[in-house]
């Protein structure tokens, strides 16, 4: 794998920190601010809404700009947040850091795998893209014990200084790694063909929504998000009210399912370079059983420890492939990339909503397992009907061929 991935990995693990280490913090900064514990939480919602937002406009404002260039300014306005939000000696200060930290943070991701898949030859484009996200899964596993050890010691304030940090040393990473033409593609070792090129022209990249393979594959992104993070919102009242666990156990447990989540990663970055639609297909069908399985057994300790590490591997295996199969059918159209990051966000709160909801309505601690099963049940179906479509010649992706209209704009 390229040098240039590291420092893809290495801006995600950043941002992945900024995302994460808040809730570890939550305590000290409402402390520091004087401020309730529910607006010390609108950081975290804040930060959430910003990157569905960013996502989109940051993507589509820069539509027309070289790719190495492009990650280079997310990256600088990421260090920017973070260095406002170890500064800010008031409450709106910080949600402001937060939010100039979150608006790079989708266009990150989408830009960053369509970078990542071109640095390698065709057939191992999934796996680029699981290398690129590692970093991001490595972020959940340590972001919040991370942020929790490090504001313990020193102060909340020096998390951030020391996330801004490693922003910086992921910016001088993809300047000097990542190569001037990025996201140019390359021809295959084993048919001699490459990708197509992908539009430039913010038309052309709007255009790529027509299809309806790129609608069924964000469509299933977010349900199998939904599910997934519907569940693991209310995680920890499983553990302690259900599976018999202290408080104390829920940041190893939580740490058990980062680990399935970069071993999901990299196998399911693998599998989709064989054959995705299959692995997209049994990653999200193995979801769906281990959460049913998960609100089953939630009462038994051992049963519990194993549920939730192959609710970590199947819930991000499919990510890698998502990814890459929206982007083949949006022709490598970046908006459509960072639409899957906007799609992900948008299942993220849709899943917790309705967790909240089964358990205010008296189903108990397990119920929020059974409707992210539910769920990802609906995420296999539609992904279902996309690979069974895109066996049709009709849905075979086509070259982009672009028109001077088309780059203009």
């Known amino acids: 794998m390229p040098r240039g991935l590291i420092a893809l990995a290495l801006g995600g693990f950043g941002i992945g920190l900024t995302e994460f280490l808040i809730a570890g913090l939550l305590p000290q900064v409402a402390s520091s601010f004087a401020v309730s514990e529910a607006a010390a939480g609108q950081l975290i919602s ?50 402001l850091g937060r939010i100039v930290a979150a608006l790079c943070h989708g266009s990150f991701f989408g830009i960053g795998s369509l970078v990542a898949r071109s640095l390698v030859v065709p057939e191992k484009k999934s796996r680029a893209v699981a290398v690129m996200f590692a970093g991001l899964t490595l972020a959940n596993v340590l972001g919040v ?74 469509t299933a992104t977010a349900l199998s998000y939904g599910g997934m993070f519907g569940a693991f919102s209310y995680i920890a009242y499983t553990f302690t009210e259900v599976g018999g666990f202290s408080p104390a156990d829920v940041a190893w447990l939580l ?39 998960f609100g089953l057994l939630a009462g038994s300790a051992t049963a519990s420890v194993i549920l939730v590490f192959l609710m970590g591997v199947f819930g991000f295996a499919g990510v890698p492939g998502m990814i890459t199969r929206v982007t083949d059918y949006a022709h490598g159209a970046a908006l459509a990339a960072s639409a899957n990051v906007s799609a992900s966000n948008i299942g993220n709160a849709l899943g917790a909503w309705l967790g909240g909801v089964a358990i205010t309505a008296g189903f108990g601690y397990t119920s929020p397992l059974y409707v992210g099963a539910g769920i990802v049940l609906l995420s296999f179906i539609v992904m279902a009907v996309a690979a069974r479509q895109a066996r049709s010649p009709a849905f075979t992706v086509q070259p982009y061929a672009p028109t001077s209209l088309d780059q203009g704009r």
């Open 46 to 95: 804040g930060y959430a809404l910003s990157v569905a937002i960013g996502a989109i406009v940051l993507t589509a404002a820069t539509a027309r700009l070289p790719r190495k260039g492009v990650l280079v300014g997310l990256v600088a306005l990421f260090v920017i947040g973070n260095l406002l939000s170890a500064l800010a000696q008031s409450y709106p200060v910080m949600m």
């Open 145 to 218: 014990p991370f942020g929790a050890l490090v504001g313990e010691r020193w102060g909340w304030r020096a998390a951030f200084w020391a996330v801004t940090a490693i922003g910086v040393l992921a910016l001088a990473g993809i300047i000097a790694l990542v190569p001037n033409g990025a996201g140019e593609t390359r021809p295959s070792t084993v048919t001699g063909r490459a990708d197509p090129m992908p539009p430039s022209g913010l038309r052309a990249q709007f255009r790529a929504f027509r299809s309806w393979q790129v609608w069924l594959t964000l």
């Open 255 to 293: 740490m058990v399912y980062g680990v399935g989540l970069v071993v999901g990663n990299l196998v399911g970055g693998r599998a989709a370079d064989r054959d995705r639609d299959r692995a997209l297909l049994l990653a999200l069908l193995g979801l769906t059983i281990t959460l049913a399985l």
